[in-house]
């Protein structure tokens, strides 16, 4: 599914007017239901509850007046507060100003007919608050009367439906601007946006409902369009087939180049999830004892050890010689990042044949040097967490995390894919971006991104191409550690490795 800025979002309703015939007033009509139609099938009956339908100054609160106007009919419990000004509505909004009113809507305007006070004794007593404050159109800090009425919301309402987006929230970011509201449930129409799935803003819609308001589906699907949703669907399409015909080489070699003395741990991980994927042969390049850690934990493995506790140039060409029997190489995990170590992966990544996926101390060694990146000549995955990224870019780490706008522009600089690491993960090329949505705070916790590290290569390895190997591992990394059955936190990484097969028999 497609996600959009505020605005493109625009640019949808001009098209749906010009192109389509399908005028905003319409889609504020079907927006408006779609919202009541949502509650009833929380709440199943409308008609023994009451409602507080709070009303801001522009197309939000014209949803906000069709939703009440759609109430009426189930319920005179119906409060209408309307914090703006009629005479400065949009036309659309004016006439449902006018329509509920003709329909008996008791609107109440804030400041001249109700006080913020009587604002907060009437949320208390009800049962849902509508919030149809500010929609895609806010504008910097929130303002005035509506920050106020904010606050009461997020202190006396019972249950919250937020129209399109929670008042507050960066429709582009999911930043808070200033206050927001905490919704239960929010209906957003046509597309999702950003702010839904970026946090602090994803949490704060609670429950998501993308409402289908007579959008075209070609408009919705447009190419103009190229961030998405990573959906089941995508990945299922993606993972590699088996073929009864087949032997190890029908599912690639994959290089792991990894561990230290100090490290051992993320070489295993890092070679047992390619395994995992699928891949049919994994190679272990690491120093003393990851080799022998690994050959015990899975005798399938074959390990190459290099005589040193890190790696250095002397190092470049066994693991030249070695990637040139490989699909794909993933460089990084536990490898440090002394002089040694950097001279090592600067030579060897210069000289690649094949694609790679560099993580972890790979990335800080990248960093200290980023003239290496335009040595690569191979298709590469970086897979940074944001600590990371804010290192590769030079950007403060709060100007890094969720920012699709910098992977985007650091995909296109350096022609590879982003994988930025978060609870929603972002994954830029040069010209798509997808957001994946799975995984829990199980997976906060070392050697969760070894593992992810290595699955990436490992359907690299089998001929999935950066930017799908990337998908698929992601979605299917976020997907196994939401199978664990015991509470979030107590998984560790090596129960991570067992639920891969779970995850990926559920595609
Ligand atoms: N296809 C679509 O897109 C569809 C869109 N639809 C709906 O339209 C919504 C977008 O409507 P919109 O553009 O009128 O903007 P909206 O969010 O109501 O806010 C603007 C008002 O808020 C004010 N204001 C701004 N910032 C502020 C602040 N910080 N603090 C305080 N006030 C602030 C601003 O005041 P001004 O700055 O102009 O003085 C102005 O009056 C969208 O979210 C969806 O619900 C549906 O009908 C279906 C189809
Ligand atoms: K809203």
Known sequence: MKIVTSQQMKEIDRLAAEQFFIPSSILMERAGLSVVLSIEQVFKNLSDLSFLVLCGPGNNGGDGFVAARDLLDYTDYVTIVFAGDEKKLSVEAGE?????????????????????????????????????????????????????????????S??????????????????????????????????????????PGRELCGQLKVASIGIPRVLRESKQFTRQIITKQLVSRLIPERFPDSHKGSY???????????????????????????????????????NEVAIQREPGLVATVVDKKHFCEQDVAI????????????????????????????EFLENLKVPVVIDADGLNCLAR??????????????????AEFARLTGEDLSDVKYN??????????????????????????????????TGNTSLSKAGSGDILAGMIGGFAAQGLNQKDASICSVYLHGLASEHYRHREGSMLVSELLDLIPVAMEEV
């Open 319 to 346: 693991a030249l010689e070695l990637s040139n029997n490989a699909d794909a190489v993933v460089i990084g995990p536990g490898i440090t990042c002394n002089d040694g170590v950097r001279k090592f992966l600067s």
């Open 369 to 386: 040097d980023l003239n290496i990146l335009e040595k690569i000549q191979v298709p590469a995955v970086l897979t940074p967490h944001p």
């Open 96 to 156: 449902n100003f006018k329509r509920l009113k003709s329909v008996g809507g008791d609107i109440r305007v804030l400041g001249v007919d109700v006080t913020l006070d009587d604002v907060a004794d009437i949320m208390k007593k009800c049962d849902i608050v509508i919030d149809a404050l500010l929609g895609i159109g806010i504008k910097g800090e929130v303002r005035g009367q509506i920050a106020e009425l904010i606050k009461l919301i997020n202190l006396y």
């Open 252 to 290: 690639g070699k994959l290089l792991v180049i990894a561990g230290s003395a100090e490290y051992p741990g993320a070489a295993v991980l890092t070679s047992l999830s390619a395994l995992r994927v699928g891949c049919g042969y994994v190679h272990l390049l690491t120093c003393s004892p990851a």
């Open 158 to 199: 019972n249950y919250v439906v937020s129209i399109d987006i929670p008042s507050g929230l960066d429709s582009d970011t999911g930043k808070i601007l200033g206050i927001a509201v905490k919704a239960d449930l929010t209906v957003t129409f046509g597309l999702p946006k950003p702010c839904h799935l970026l946090y």
């Open 404 to 437: 699709y706008l910098l992977t985007e522009e650091f995909s296109k600089k350096y022609n590879l894919v982003v994988v930025l690491k978060s609870a929603t993960t972002i994954i830029s090329t040069p010209n798509e971006t997808f957001f994946n949505l």
